[in-house]
């Protein structure tokens, strides 16, 4: 069984501040790499993609991942209270395919 | 922008009783994609469909569940005989060639077994 583990926290963080966000895969040889948001009761929406080892950055959000340690993360920067969400890692198994294997989730609580 | 449409955005049904559910993709993706998550827990895949016919599917996806796409436009997930453990809320994804495993989803359909 492919695994994604993720804290499930709650994590809370005040306004502005750093979040940090991690997760690990147990498939050596997974491909892709995702950070979805979910807002209760609604569906998962993209926040970031990643495929290659490194950093990603785009806007506030910065992905990172490294494959020989089996760990992808999420940094949030300047957190806002609509930032209060459960962020999902999302993995795309090794062989191709594109099926998605999420993990529970973080929830995510940025606090005024 | 381009979105993922889903219906019933809630049923309610009797236990043993078949629902479907519909979706319909965005217009020019190819891969289409049903999910479940029940109350508290994961999201967890149960099928994709590519060039009209399946191309993978879970452990979850046994003989109860099928999918069809009847026409051009719709997706849809047809649970036979539900069972109180059925009741999940329900995601449709499609996605493009381009981005084949870059999935968008669809609001969900809360299904509740009574």
């Known amino acids: 069984q492919k695994e994604v583990e993720q804290n499930s926290g709650p994590l809370s963080v005040p306004e502005g501040a750093i979040a940090s966000l991690n997760c690990t895969y147990s498939d050596r040889v997974s491909q892709s790499f995702f950070w979805y948001r979910q807002y209760s009761g609604k569906s998962p929406e993209l926040i970031m993609s990643?495929?290659?080892?490194g950093d990603k950055e785009d806007g506030r959000f910065t992905a990172q991942l490294n494959k020989a340690s089996q760990y992808v993360s999420l940094l949030i920067r300047d957190s806002q209270p609509s930032d209060s969400a459960t962020y999902l890692c999302?993995?795309?198994?090794?062989?191709?395919?594109?099926?998605?294997?999420f993990g529970t989730g973080t929830q995510l609580k940025v606090e005024l | 922008e381009p979105e993922v449409t889903q219906t019933p955005s809630h049923q309610v049904t009797q236990m043993g009783q078949e629902v479907i559910l519909r979706c319909v993709p965005i217009s020019n993706h190819l891969y289409f994609y049903w999910y479940r998550q029940i109350l508290g827990q994961k999201v967890e895949f149960l099928v994709s469909f590519y060039n009209n016919e399946i191309s993978e599917k879970s452990e979850i996806f046994d003989d109860q569940f099928s999918v069809e796409r009847p026409d051009g436009s719709n997706f849809t997930l047809k649970i036979r005989s539900t069972k109180l453990e059925d009741s999940a809320m329900y995601f449709c994804?499609?996605?493009?060639?381009?981005?084949?495993?870059?999935?968008?989803f669809g609001a969900g359909s809360r299904l509740t077994v009574l």
């Open positions: 994804a499609s996605s493009g060639v381009s981005g084949a495993n870059v999935l968008t």
């Open positions: 990643i495929y290659s080892n």
């Open positions: 999302a993995v795309t198994p090794s062989g191709g395919g594109n099926k998605l294997t």
